[in-house]
């Protein structure tokens, strides 16, 4: 296989273009999605004051590379989970990643600062492990976006999470959760803008990004995601891809252009009076914010060790 | 060739050589959620694999909830 543009020999053949490149003209393929998912959804500017949500995994370590290489301010933000070895692996990618470059990570223990961690969590709450997960993180992006003066705040999903997502929520006829899954979230009732660039490019190419920009990343899989709804969507996604090239890209890029303005009046959230959190001032619709009930029952909970949550059972 | 795969780490024995759409098809993983790497470098799928080779299968899907 030669590469579309020098016809040197290519590292890797992109289906969904129909095209092959070598590896530095993969990275400017790349570069070239991210800039156009930046210009044409208004995710930010060169004066903007970037936070990344970094995991220490592929996605999130490439976006920050991206930014940083396309001449954004971008600092990170990592969260510890305290789901075992796992997380503090996933930590130590993370540090790797901005000491070698000399990148400010800002880093957050839901142990160590809120008494709490994913597992116990999960047990306190009786919540499926990933909601707890996902509700801790957003909460903790939110208010570190918010304290931090940062003025966008970056998450590494990718198109195969977007589609993932798209199709889990086609499936149910999900309206108020289909209208606001966009690329771009605007600041609003006290939240910070969010941003996801990365919704041009598939995992495969993120991951492909790190291998040949030799960033090290966490391969292993969350032990507590496997097997869950999600993965279960990308999987079906796949089968199809495999055989009709391009469908993922079509389903996500054409929700979000015919679709998701469709909808608009269905979106969750925008009639609804929010006011400050008693005890940590987020934006709430109740007295006391869910986290804050969540904090309040997990640390109260001896802890709960991972192997207790792994294996529980395939729907998350 | 010696090839090794993730979730979990394990190592098998393949006969080669193979191209790398081939190799995959043989394991029943789909190239579009999968790497293969050789010696540090990405090969594409009509790549000839020798049998002396040693190659990494990475997945690249993660999944969870933000």
């Not at chain 1, 800039?35 to 959804?41: E, L, Q, S, V």
Request: glycine share 8%.
């Amino acid at each position: 296989m030669k590469c579309r543009v020098c016809r040197q020999a290519a590292i890797i053949d992109v289906p969904r273009h129909n095209a092959n490149f070598c590896g530095p003209h993969f990275l400017d393929m790349c570069r070239r999605q991210v800039i156009k998912a930046i210009d044409d959804y208004d995710m930010m500017t060169k004066d903007d004051r970037i936070l990344v949500a970094v995991s220490g995994g592929k996605d999130s370590l490439a976006v920050w590379d991206m930014l940083i290489d396309l001449g954004y301010q971008a600092d990170g933000l990592y969260v510890g989970l305290g789901i075992g070895e796992y997380s503090d692996i996933s930590g130590e990618y993370a540090k790797a990643f901005a000491d070698e470059r000399g990148l400010t990570l800002i880093t957050v223990s839901l142990r160590d600062d809120y008494g709490y961690d994913v597992p116990t969590a999960t047990v306190a709450s009786r919540r499926v492990p990933c909601s707890a997960c996902g509700m801790s993180k957003r909460h903790i992006f939110d208010k570190a976006a918010i304290d931090g003066g940062y003025t966008v705040l970056v998450t590494g999903h990718n198109l195969d999470d977007e589609a993932a997502v798209l199709y889990g929520n086609t499936l149910r006829w999900e309206l108020e959760y289909l209208a606001r899954q966009l690329p771009v979230l605007p600041a609003r009732n006290g939240f910070p803008k969010k941003v996801k660039p990365l919704v041009r490019l598939s995992e495969r190419e993120m991951a492909a990004w790190c291998v040949v920009r030799g960033i090290d990343y966490l391969v292993e899989e969350c032990p507590i995601a496997a097997g869950n709804k999600h993965l279960g969507f990308k999987e079906a996604l796949n089968k199809i891809e495999a055989d009709s090239p391009g469908t993922k890209t079509a389903f996500y890029l054409n929700f979000v252009e015919k679709v998701a303005p469709l909808l608009a009046s269905y979106a969750l959230g925008d009639d609804v009076t929010l006011q400050p959190c008693t005890r940590c001032g987020s934006p709430t619709t109740a007295e006391v914010c869910a986290f804050c009930n969540l904090v309040e029952k997990s640390a109260a909970h001896e802890p709960v060790p991972v192997e207790l949550i792994t294996g529980r059972g395939r729907r998350r | 060739m010696k090839v090794l795969l993730r979730n979990p780490r394990r190592e098998l024995e393949i006969d080669g050589p193979r191209r790398v759409h081939a190799l995959l098809a043989h394991l029943e993983l789909n190239r579009e959620s999968h790497l293969v790497i050789r010696n540090g470098t990405l090969v594409a799928s009509d790549e000839l694999l020798a049998a002396d080779d040693t190659v990494e299968i990475r997945p690249v899907i993660s999944g969870g909830a933000w």
